[in-house]
Each structure stands twice: as structure tokens, then as C-alpha cells.
């Protein structure tokens, strides 16, 4: 789970395709849930680490890599992915640092998102995954039956909160890193419990 608040990676359909991010990739929590497509960066990574000159990965970011790390690898201003054991020999043959390419890609998401409530009634979390397309969020409104739409803040990672009381159906407009604004209404059914989760196709 860690920084993006992903309690169970596999129950949340991300699998071991994930990562953990060094600070100026994972940007305060602002990261999680984006994808990033991995490659061996040059001709002797590829010949000394890599399966084959051409095999990328694809990953989604769902941790920090925290400063301090042994090398110093995820300190700032470095960019470094680090991965679980399966992605990583998915790609590399064998153990080290190794220079990779990287960029930024559409997530493919099955499912629709999905929201899991949490908290309590004067302090509403809400964990928002499974998140096709850009991935990551950058801003969340909510709306009940009594209420116009009231802005969400960062708890951290992929926990949004709001000190709104909120009963009934619940709707969010869920806006990604690319600026598409999603607006899922009625996603959280009339009669909600905590730890439930929901999900709709956008």
C-alpha cells in the first residue's frame, strides 16, 4: 500500500506490474496510478542486463521510493523506478541498476473506476483506482443529494477526503493529469457502508 494508500496492490487489479517512485517522479502523491512504459536505455545496458533489445514494461505507480535509499538511487533530482521482483525480470535478466528509458503512457483499465469508501460520518476517505487513461488524479469534487459540488483534498497518494458530512448517492467529478474531467454520477448507491467499494464505466 504504502505512499499512494494501495493497501493490497492484487486486490486493487494492479498486480506486480507496479512501482515504487523517486520523489520528483512521485511529485507528493500526484503520481499514483499513472503508467510508464520502461525500456534498457542503451546498446550495454541491453547487452549486459536486458532480455532483448526491443521487450519494454509497462508499470503503474504505486509507491515512494524514499530518500536515503542504499546508492542513493531514489534521492532527488534522480528519476528511478524500483520495482518488485516479477516486473523487474520481466525486463532485466539479471540483478543491478540498471539504465532504463522511460515516459509517461495511457493507462489500460478494466472495470471502470472504482471507489472505496472510508472514514467516518465528519471525515469522509475516499481511495480512488483502477483509473484507464491518463491514471493519475489531480483533483476530485463530490456531490450529495443536499450539497452542489464540494472540492476533495489529497489525504495522500489516492486518498481523497472531505469534511462534509455526506449521506445518499454520491457523485464525484474525477479530473486526471491530462485534464479530462470524468463525471460519474450516482457511482456510490443510496445506502453505502464504509469499506464498501464502487465502480462505474465513465
Known amino acids: ?7 493490497n496492490t492484487y486486490a486493487l487489479g494492479y498486480g506486480s506490474m507496479t512501482a515504487a517512485l523517486s520523489s520528483p517522479l512521485f511529485q507528493g502523491g500526484s503520481a499514483c ?10 546498446v550495454r545496458s541491453r547487452r549486459n542486463w536486458c532480455w532483448s533489445y526491443t521487450r519494454s ?19 532527488p533530482p534522480r528519476s528511478h523506478f524500483d520495482l518488485p521482483m ?3 525480470t520481466s525486463l532485466v535478466r539479471r540483478g543491478g541498476v540498471v539504465p532504463v528509458w522511460f ?15 472510508g472514514g467516518n460520518p465528519w471525515f469522509l476517505m475516499v481511495l480512488i483506482h483502477n483509473v484507464g ?6 483533483a476530485v469534487r463530490i ?28 457523485s464525484f ?23 464498501q467499494t464502487w465502480a462505474m464505466k465513465a
Open 103 to 117: 515516459r509517461k503512457v495511457r493507462c489500460a483499465k478494466r472495470g471502470g473506476v472504482r471507489f472505496t469508501v
Open 33 to 42: 496510478g499513472a503508467c510508464y512504459q520502461l525500456r534498457c536505455a542503451s
Open 133 to 138: 487513461g491518463a491514471g493519475n488524479v489531480v
Open 173 to 195: 467529478v474525477v479530473t486526471t493529469s491530462d485534464r479530462r474531467s470524468l463525471v460519474l454520477r450516482n457511482v456510490v448507491r443510496n445506502g453505502w457502508r464504509f469499506g
Open 57 to 75: 514494461i509497462v508499470v503503474t505507480a504505486s509507491n515512494l521510493c524514499p530518500r536515503g535509499s542504499e546508492g542513493g538511487w531514489c534521492d
Open 86 to 88: 516479477l516486473a523487474f
Open 1 to 7: 500500500g504504502g505512499a499512494c494508500a494501495y493497501q
Open 143 to 170: 456531490k450529495c443529494p443536499y450539497t452542489g459540488w464540494v472540492p476533495m483534498y489529497r489525504n495522500w497518494g489516492a486518498l481523497w477526503t472531505v469534511r462534509t458530512k455526506m449521506s445518499g448517492p454520491l
